[in-house]
């Protein structure tokens, strides 16, 4: 007998599917914590065995300071080359970082710089790196090392950059919710001192009603109350008018 068919390689199929999963619980990890270290060490550990990586780096420009924040997997290279290839970047005047004009550019120039250093200490076979940018704005970098035979192939690669872009987000939503704290905290404080200013005036006029009671037949007295709980009653209507 003789049959006639089609047959299907489901191999790259399969790879797609796994690849999308593995995106997802990715983009999971990325919202499923506040703090930046755990939330890298959550990401790599994800997807470290599908992709064979050694290493994880991580740098990021502290709005404050203008310095990078240096972060990286534990991998097996001594401290001293770790200390040299952070240095890239962090020991330089950092007043190139300080105009928005410049701010990506100069960026990408210490990160390719970086990148050289950190393959040469690290010795990996396979190395992508990519800045996390918001538009016009650098926000860091992201480094993906191994030791494995071969370099990362082209859906490889692009699947990584992907990941950067989800980090990218990422990390403008944990400077959002820490924007939002330092409101929150602001108008906790605010909320504080005027309860204090409203409360101030109370103990005047409650003193002064005391008075009254007591000197009710000594008009100089009563008009002296008077005029002190008048003058407190006002600073009370201007803080609530405000």
């Given amino acids: 007998f003789m049959f006639n068919g089609i047959t299907l390689d489901l191999t790259e199929k399969k790879k797609q599917s796994e690849r999308s999963k593995l995106l997802s619980e990715a983009a999971a990890v990325l919202l499923s914590t506040d703090h930046p270290r755990k939330m890298m060490e959550g990401l790599f550990h994800k997807i470290q065995t599908h992709f064979q990586l050694d290493a994880y780096f991580n740098g990021m420009i502290d709005e404050t300071s203008r310095k990078w924040v240096m972060s990286c997997s534990n991998w097996n290279v001594a401290s001293d080359a770790i200390d040299h290839c952070f240095a890239v970047g962090s020991d330089k005047d950092d007043t190139t970082l300080q105009s928005p004009a410049s701010d990506a550019e100069e960026g990408r120039l210490r990160i390719a710089a970086w990148e050289q250093e950190v393959c040469q200490a690290g010795n990996f076979s396979a190395f992508v790196c990519y800045p996390l940018q918001a538009q016009e704005k650098l926000l860091g970098f992201l480094a993906f090392a191994s030791h494995r035979e071969h370099g990362f192939d082209d859906e490889e690669t692009e699947f990584l950059q992907t990941i950067c872009h989800y980090v990218t987000a990422a ?72």
């Fill in 171 to 242: 990390y403008q939503r944990l400077q959002l919710v820490e924007k939002l704290r330092e409101a929150d905290r602001a108008k906790d404080e605010f909320l504080a001192t005027l309860a204090h200013e409203l409360r101030n005036p109370l103990a005047p006029i409650r003193n002064g009603l005391q008075i009254l009671k007591l000197a009710s037949f000594d008009r100089q007295v009563v008009q002296r109350a008077e005029g002190m709980m008048e003058r407190q009653l006002n600073q009370m209507t201007h803080l609530i008018d405000d």
